[in-house]
């Protein structure tokens, strides 16, 4: 047992730095699409910020995770089938440099092998109830704020020299780009304490009525250690398709999208909600390229994007799903 636990912490480790490597497009896309930053400083910027986010949020989310499958039902076969699910999910997405939610695509591994061992009465409905209404809420809180945000700095900017506004908001990115990573690693790392506690929680090694803070503090560390090291490593399909492919920047808009982003995060990660840090940035880059003119958002990447946001959850869900069937004909005790 003790063996089986360790190989699916080293499992989900794995999945958060392959969460790190996937999104780390949202933390620098823009900062690197604007060339305030070059790719490499970018990343080890997000990678720093990712990491500190322990000690600026608590740990609501992983702990709500953690409590989205009911405790009876949570088995290490559960906890590794709902990480295969999710991984495999983000290294398709990843191969064809398409933005998916790495969140989305836990969830719904987590809740696939679930349904295949004990069926929906497995799940907690009122939590993914929660947060199935954030895939529509978190992009669309980011595209209105990015564009209001964009709007305002173009009335207070509006009649100083672009080069001015340029200098200016190259040294703000800095910022927002740090404070967008912050929320990052702040809501997307604990993602995966909330499994590696589920599986605690499974064997033992915790108890079944698990506070925030009883999240033990080598997981938490851990985990953003993963993701910081997985953030480091770039993901540079991605960040094309979201910094490029989407709509073209200058700094004062990648300020505006990171900010809009970040503060989407903050809330979010407050309330203990898990959401997808591609669809805020995404929602929020969409909202600044559009005050412009709409023809100034990539409608068609857009659709792709929006379309993979559609299938994570329930592909993910699927394969996590045979994932655990096949676990059961091969006679892996649950």
């Known amino acids: 047992m003790l063996i089986a636990l360790i190989a699916v912490i080293a499992l989900a480790l794995l999945f958060d730095f392959v969460n790190g490597l996937h999104d780390s497009a949202n933390s620098i896309a823009t900062v690197v699409s604007t060339r305030v930053l070059s790719p490499r400083v970018a990343v080890v910027w997000a990678a720093f910020f990712n990491f500190v986010a322990f000690l600026v949020f608590e740990s609501t989310v992983a702990s709500n995770i953690a409590h989205g499958v009911k405790a009876s039902v949570v ?61 529509v809420i978190s992009p669309l809180l980011g595209l209105v704020l990015g564009g209001a945000t964009m709007r305002l700095l173009m009335a207070l900017f509006g009649k100083r020299s672009p080069r001015f506004v340029d200098h ?134 857009a659709s792709r994007m929006l379309l993979a946001w559609v299938l994570t959850i329930p592909c993910a869900g699927l394969i996590s799903a045979l994932a655990f069937v096949l676990a059961t004909l091969l006679g892996i005790p649950d």
């Not at 990843?94 to 679930?114: D, K």
């Not at 503090?217 to 851990?222: A, D, I, N, Q």
């Not at 993701?227 to 505006?256: E, S, Y």
């Open 75 to 135: 088995s290490l076969t559960v906890v590794a089938s709902g990480l295969i699910g999710a991984l495999i999910w983000d290294i398709l997405t990843w191969w064809v440099a398409l933005p998916s939610s790495s969140s989305h695509a836990l969830l719904g591994g987590f809740a696939g092998a679930a349904v295949a061992k004990a069926g929906f009465g497995s799940l907690d409905l009122h939590f993914l109830g929660k947060t199935a209404i954030f895939i």
């Open 168 to 301: 200016t908001f190259r040294r703000g990115q800095l910022v927002s780009a740090a404070l967008y990573s912050l929320g990052h690693g702040g809501n997307d790392a604990q993602k995966t304490m909330g499994i590696i506690t589920a599986a605690l929680i499974a064997t033992g090694h915790l108890s079944r009525h698990v506070e925030d803070r009883s999240v033990p503090l080598w997981v938490v560390l851990s985990c953003h250690a993963a993701m910081a090291l997985g953030t480091m490593t770039g993901g540079w399909r991605i960040v094309r398709t979201l910094g490029m492919g989407v709509a073209k920047l200058q700094p004062v808009g990648g300020f505006a999208a990171e900010t809009s982003g970040a503060l989407t995060l903050f809330v979010a990660t407050k309330l203990g909600i898990p959401v997808s840090t591609t669809h805020t940035i995404a929602g929020a880059i969409m909202g600044v390229g559009s005050v412009t003119k709409l023809s100034a958002v990539r409608w068609g990447v």
